[in-house]
């Protein structure tokens, strides 16, 4: 049986935390800015975890399980 194989996308949106927790950013930062307030941008600046009903799908993507 062959070696399973990482995701590629999914090695790029996500990142594993110390305490092995799944990291992601946030979407809606990339264009279309002008009609966006300050407050809403700055927040969606900042990255977040993953939602835990989420993260056995990430899991298998990444190729933790």
Do not use: W, Y
């Not at 935390?17 to 800015?33: E, M, N, P, Q, V």
């Not at 700055?42 to 990430?58: F, G, I, M, Q, W």
Request: glycine fraction near 4%.
């Amino acid at each position: 049986m062959p070696k399973m194989k990482t995701k590629s996308s999914a090695k790029k949106r996500f990142t594993i935390t110390g305490s092995g927790k799944i990291k992601r950013k946030h979407a809606f930062k990339s264009h279309i800015l002008t009609k966006k307030s300050k407050k809403r941008k700055l927040r969606l600046t900042h990255s977040t975890l993953v939602h835990k009903a989420d993260e056995p799908n990430v899991k298998i993507q990444l190729c933790m399980k």
